[in-house]
């Protein structure tokens, strides 16, 4: 079996100047000229980034529990806190984003939609952010 021959130092499609092989990676992290298809691939895995660690911080403050009615007087001020009321309206927007938009990535990766997927992603969106802003005024005033 072979493998593909991919251009490296040496080689170059025709018309391509050759370029040196870590320049291919520096090309991931710019934001230019980017597809829908990129930006919803970053968006799920830093939302999928953000919900690990919430789950780590969560443990934390519910360890506050460990300490009877003086660690539930802590928890109920950490929790009403303005700082941990905005963190919790992170972690709405990356629960939301990653669901609607894992959403996409299923049915586009089922073949369903795919010719739509760039309207889908807009409309998803949309969602979410109406979502989010009704979380988050529901957070606040509650």
């Known amino acids: 079996m072979t493998t593909p021959d991919y251009p490296s ?12 092989r870590g320049r291919d990676v520096s090309r991931w992290f710019l934001p230019f ?10 968006l799920n895995r830093v939302a999928g980034l953000g919900l690990v660690l919430y789950l780590l911080l969560h443990m934390v403050a519910l360890s506050q529990l460990l300490g009877g009615e ?4 802590r928890f109920i001020d950490l929790t009403t806190s303005p700082v941990f009321l905005t963190l919790d309206v992170i972690l709405l927007a990356g629960i939301i ?14 073949g369903l939609l795919v010719k739509w997927q760039r309207q889908l992603f807009y409309v998803l969106m949309t969602i979410a952010v109406v979502l989010l802003i009704i979380g988050g005024i529901l957070i606040f005033t509650a």
């Open 9 to 20: 130092e040496s080689k170059a499609y025709p018309g391509q100047k050759p370029r040196p």
């Open 33 to 42: 000229k980017r597809d829908v298809s990129y930006w919803g691939f970053v």
């Open 70 to 73: 003086a660690g539930w007087d």
């Open 97 to 110: 984003g990653h669901g609607l938009n894992g959403l996409r990535v299923a049915l586009v990766g089922s």
